[in-house]
């Protein structure tokens, strides 16, 4: 163990929300409470974003209570940001970046800095710990592992997919159980788009709404799996003609054999210049329509999938606070450079705990489904899969209620004196 580190910590959050990522900020928030060698805990409005304008937020002034309702309060308490500090295309950018995010370290006496998140959050963090190390700025860093998209690499899942992959999965027996009882002769289809452009996790996630052969869904539509145009048809029109309906799920970052995606909009680009995808249910209910003349209609799950904090998985809530908790205790025995990691120990019953990997390990690597936890035909996710995820989804979190709603927490957020000019 290394010689105690005494100073104050900010955490922040980045990227897309989870239903429970607030649960980690409240783990970082608590664990540090018990730590002397952590005078001030601060947070970083709009993540990384925030901090380069110096805009800290004191949580010391939160009450016990507002915190303890952070793990049951969906989006990001923090604020969120999508800001890339990019050396490699943009290196005279990143470098005026890490120049003021130190001197704002250095004004605020920062000694440990959380920060939870996906992929890029975590290539963020590991710039930050290698610069700390550069600059000879004691600071221990960790990453805190946050993502519905549940690609990160080396740890078993990522806090937030449990939870959306119950929300979906549940959502879709209700969309089938509708659908199913107005099915006709006539037939129809109904698709589910879900989130995920490069993995398939949320999607597959679905195949927990199976409890027989014929239950919905029918077919799950994976990026990891080329989309063939006739065999889906195919599979589509048989399921109608034995069911008299077919509940689709998919991915809304599908792609066609030749790499390019089935519902991507080319005209706009999001904050990493990602062209913004979000119409592939649409692009399919085209096909459909068009080619097998058959009733369909689309339901985009999109902000509500990650946000359902009232039907969110009981054990993603105590792993996410886990691993905010984790976090602060490796930064405290003196770690820097890793993010936490979720380990299963066992399926049956469910066991984990919580390591440590390197941020170099992490930082833009993304994580797939394995082929051979999917269907030979590729249409569904197998019993491999089914047996991963299964425990993930186990109890609801009990929320406070008010007028027959949920009650969640909000932060009063007072802000930390600025000691710095703007920023340029």
């Given at each position: ?128 710990h290698e610069q700390a ?39 879709v027996m209700e969309i ?208 491999k899969f089914v047996e ?37």
């Amino acid at each position: 163990m290394s010689e105690p580190l005494v100073g104050n910590l900010l955490v922040a959050q980045s990227g897309g929300p989870t239903a429970v990522i607030n649960a980690s900020i409240a783990g970082v928030i608590q664990e540090a409470g018990r730590h002397e060698c952590i005078e001030e805990i601060y947070g970083g409005a709009n993540g990384i974003l925030g901090i380069l304008n110096e805009e800290l937020l004191d949580l010391n002034d939160e009450k016990a209570k507002t915190i303890e309702g952070l793990k049951h309060t969906p989006a990001a308490a923090l604020g969120t940001c999508r800001y890339k500090v990019d050396f490699k295309k943009k290196p005279e950018k990143a470098a005026q970046d890490m120049d003021r995010l130190f001197e704002v370290f250095a004004a605020h006496n920062i000694r440990f800095f959380f920060y939870a998140g996906g992929n890029d959050s975590q290539d963020t963090a590991h710039k930050i710990h290698e610069q700390a190390v550069a600059r000879g700025w004691a600071m221990r860093v960790i990453g805190v592992p946050k993502t519905i998209d549940n690609d990160l690499p080396h740890t078993d899942h990522c806090p937030g997919y449990g939870s959306v992959i119950k929300y979906n999965a549940a959502t879709v027996m209700e969309i089938a159980a509708d659908v199913g009882s107005m099915a006709t002769d006539d037939g129809s289809c109904c698709i589910i788009e879900v989130m995920g452009r490069a993995a398939g996790w949320i999607a597959a996630g679905a195949v927990l709404a199976k409890r027989q052969p014929t239950d919905a869904p029918h077919i799950i539509l994976l990026p990891e799996i080329p989309f063939e145009e006739e065999k889906f048809l195919a599979r589509v029109k048989e399921t109608t003609g034995q069911l008299k309906y077919c509940i689709v799920v998919a991915g809304e970052g599908i792609k066609y054999p030749n790499g390019e995606e089935v519902g991507v909009d080319k005209t706009r680009l999001d904050a990493f210049g990602h062209a913004v995808l979000g119409g592939a249910a649409d692009r399919l209910a085209e096909k459909i329509q068009g080619k097998l003349n058959l009733k369909t209609r689309t339901v985009k799950l999109g902000y509500a999938q990650r946000a359902a904090a009232h039907f969110a998985s009981e054990t993603d809530a105590l792993e996410a606070a886990a691993c905010g908790e984790a976090a602060v205790r490796a930064a405290v025995a003196g770690q820097s450079g890793f993010m936490v990691k979720l380990v299963r120990l066992q399926s049956h019953p469910y066991k984990w705990t919580t390591d440590l990997q390197p941020l170099g390990d992490i930082a833009n690597v993304e994580h797939f489904l394995p082929r051979d936890w999917i269907s030979e035909d590729g249409f569904l996710p197998n019993e491999k899969f089914v047996e991963y995820a299964r425990p993930l989804i186990e109890g609801q979190l009990r929320l406070p209620m008010e007028h027959g709603l949920p009650k969640f927490a909000v932060l009063q957020k007072s802000p930390v004196e600025k000691k710095l000019p703007p920023r340029a």
